[in-house]
């Protein structure tokens, strides 16, 4: 078994080699017997469009009923839906088979108990049973029933939001897990949609479903142009993170969209908390103060930040990266369907369009997530000689990696917890001034080997 498969917030490998028939069940056992041991029963279990998801969700459910649990298959559905399925089928716990934005030869397993994610330690506790065959033995196994849940799903989305104006808006799905459930959802909200790559594929044979990336989001830029819409909406494999583009064809990164939904929440609950993550602009900090909140700088990591959000009572949280959350009016996860409707509302009922709202937001210069090669052996250690060498001669804010402050601008340097890369960030009041500081960086990490 490879054990590099049970990472920070997830189980994920290639389905292929790391995600036999056997590690799996031995994964159902060993989740299946958290949730027993935690006082549960009752497991949903979604799983989204990729080749490889449904014998690994049947091989799954084998080791969940093997140690009692009894299983609800509540269908092929975002990731959101699945924590929605928790919720409304008041299940113990749940599990979603999905890769997210990975490559379609990669496969993994998102888990819950009640609505929180596992992460970290409990994720490593679950490759500890697994070494130690230390799983439940019932009398009898658990049953599997089927309870699909997306229509109940997209009623629920339809239902929360009313846009006082109707705009046209593209939606790409990227042949992921929105394409079945987002167009339909705006549609009844009064929105025109034009579709793009919403027929599912786990293949993703169009581009990769990552709107963090912008090759990715070029065809989303074209259409939005082209048929003159107001803004175009980009989500990721399993739809539970967001892109947006402005009606100038201009990409809305998260930290952008988290601001101007911070306005709408601030309005709502004067003085409450925001809770965003480390790889976010400045900007975003300095409107978050500017409309009255209380920033908060987080650990990167979609169940971090869930956790981190109910800590600080934070009625919305987001992650430069597109997941965002909210407990106003919502159920504290990250659903990038719900995101987009509110992102919607917002613009339509400002009056105003949405790159003229994004344009009052400060403006720093700065680049996208940028990705680097490293080996998960060594990335860490990485991170922490970079931290030690600038950490020296500048402020360093080590919650997650090192984000050192050069006075008018900022890098970041952290290990992804997800993939064998380094995501680095720059950000500055000017280009010169964010190249200079890119250079910087770049000339210690290549002292590591790390180029690109």
Same mark, same amino acid.
């Given at each position: 078994?490879?054990?590099?498969?049970?990472?920070?917030?997830? /189980?994920? !490998?290639?389905?292929?080699?790391?995600?036999?028939?056997?590690?799996?069940?031995?994964?159902?056992?060993?989740?299946?017997?958290?949730?027993?041991?935690?006082? !549960?029963?009752?497991? &949903?279990?979604?799983?989204?469009?990729?080749?490889?998801?449904?014998?690994?969700?049947?091989?799954?459910?084998?080791?969940?009923?093997?140690?009692?649990?009894?299983?609800?298959?509540?269908?092929?559905?975002?990731?959101? %839906?699945?924590? *929605?399925?928790?919720?409304?089928?008041? =299940?113990?716990?749940?599990? #979603?088979?999905?890769?997210?934005?990975?490559?379609?030869?990669?496969?993994?397993?998102?888990?819950?108990?009640?609505?929180?994610?596992?992460?970290?330690?409990? $994720?490593? !506790?679950?490759?500890?049973? $697994?070494? &130690?065959?230390?799983?439940?033995?019932? +009398?009898?196994?658990?049953?599997?029933?089927?309870?699909?849940?997306?229509?109940?799903?997209?009623?629920?989305? &339809?239902?929360?939001?009313?846009?006082?104006?109707?705009?046209?808006?593209?939606?790409?799905?990227?042949?992921?897990?929105?394409?079945?459930?987002?167009?339909? /959802?705006?549609?009844? /909200?009064?929105?025109?949609?034009?579709?793009?790559?919403?027929?599912?594929?786990?293949?993703?044979?169009?581009? #990769?479903?990552?709107?963090?990336?912008?090759?990715?989001? #070029?065809?989303?830029?074209?259409?939005?142009?082209?048929?003159?819409?107001?803004?175009?909406?980009?989500?990721?494999?399993?739809a539970d993170r967001v892109g947006a583009v402005d009606e100038r064809g201009r990409i809305v990164w998260g930290d952008q969209i988290l601001a101007l939904l911070s306005r709408e929440v601030l309005a709502k609950y004067p003085g409450a908390p925001i809770v965003?993550?480390?790889?976010?602009?400045?900007?975003?900090?300095?409107? $978050?103060?500017?409309?009255?909140?209380?920033? $908060?700088?987080?650990?990167?990591?979609?169940?971090?930040?869930?956790?981190?959000?109910?800590?600080?009572?934070?009625?919305?949280?987001?992650?430069?990266? %597109?997941?965002?959350?909210?407990?106003?009016?919502?159920?504290?996860?990250?659903?990038?369907?719900? /995101?987009?409707?509110?992102?919607?509302?917002?613009?339509?009922?400002?009056?105003?369009?949405?790159?003229?709202?994004?344009?009052?937001?400060?403006?720093?210069?700065?680049?996208?997530?940028?990705?680097?090669?490293?080996?998960?052996?060594?990335?860490?250690?990485?991170?922490?000689?970079?931290?030690?060498?600038? &950490?020296?001669?500048?402020?360093?804010?080590?919650?997650?990696? +090192?984000?050192?402050?050069?006075?008018?601008? *900022?890098?970041?340097?952290?290990?992804?917890?997800? #993939?064998?890369?380094?995501?680095?960030?720059?950000?500055?009041?000017?280009?010169?001034?964010?190249?200079?500081?890119?250079?910087?960086?770049?000339?210690?990490?290549? !002292?590591?080997?790390? =180029?690109?």
């Amino acid at each position: 078994m490879n054990r590099r498969i049970f990472r920070e917030y997830d /189980v994920r !490998g290639l389905h292929a080699i790391d995600l036999t028939d056997t590690v799996v069940t031995d994964l159902g056992r060993a989740f299946g017997t958290l949730v027993r041991r935690k006082g !549960g029963k009752t497991v &949903a279990l979604g799983r989204d469009f990729r080749p490889s998801s449904p014998r690994l969700a049947a091989a799954c459910e084998a080791g969940l009923r093997e140690v009692g649990c009894d299983v609800l298959r509540v269908g092929v559905l975002p990731t959101p %839906g699945l924590y *929605w399925s928790i919720v409304a089928l008041q =299940t113990d716990a749940g599990l #979603q088979v999905t890769g997210s934005h990975n490559p379609s030869e990669y496969n993994g397993f998102k888990m819950n108990l009640g609505p929180a994610s596992i992460y970290g330690e409990a $994720i490593q !506790g679950l490759l500890r049973a $697994i070494d &130690a065959k230390d799983f439940e033995k019932p +009398a009898t196994p658990g049953l599997a029933t089927d309870h699909p849940t997306e229509a109940a799903y997209m009623d629920m989305l &339809a239902a929360k939001v009313a846009p006082k104006r109707k705009l046209k808006v593209v939606l790409d799905a990227g042949n992921g897990c929105a394409g079945p459930v987002a167009p339909g /959802v705006f549609r009844r /909200v009064g929105a025109e949609v034009i579709e793009l790559f919403t027929e599912p594929d786990g293949t993703y044979p169009n581009h #990769q479903p990552d709107p963090t990336v912008e090759a990715n989001m #070029q065809d989303l830029i074209r259409a939005v142009r082209e048929h003159k819409a107001d803004l175009g909406i980009g989500y990721d494999g399993d739809a539970d993170r967001v892109g947006a583009v402005d009606e100038r064809g201009r990409i809305v990164w998260g930290d952008q969209i988290l601001a101007l939904l911070s306005r709408e929440v601030l309005a709502k609950y004067p003085g409450a908390p925001i809770v965003f993550d480390v790889k976010c602009s400045q900007g975003l900090e300095e409107d $978050i103060v500017a409309h009255g909140g209380r920033p $908060i700088m987080a650990r990167t990591g979609h169940s971090v930040m869930k956790a981190r959000m109910r800590e600080e009572k934070a009625p919305l949280a987001g992650e430069l990266s %597109g997941h965002i959350f909210f407990q106003d009016d919502f159920f504290g996860f990250d659903d990038a369907i719900y /995101v987009s409707l509110r992102l919607l509302r917002y613009v339509a009922d400002s009056g105003k369009s949405l790159g003229a709202l994004v344009d009052s937001v400060p403006q720093y210069v700065a680049t996208p997530e940028i990705r680097l090669d490293a080996d998960d052996d060594t990335k860490f250690a990485i991170v922490d000689r970079v931290r030690d060498h600038f &950490a020296k001669d500048h402020e360093v804010i080590a919650i997650d990696g +090192a984000r050192v402050k050069f006075g008018d601008g *900022w890098a970041l340097v952290r290990a992804s917890n997800t #993939q064998p890369v380094l995501v680095v960030r720059f950000e500055a009041k000017s280009g010169e001034r964010l190249e200079e500081i890119r250079a910087t960086v770049m000339d210690v990490l290549a !002292g590591e080997g790390v =180029t690109g």
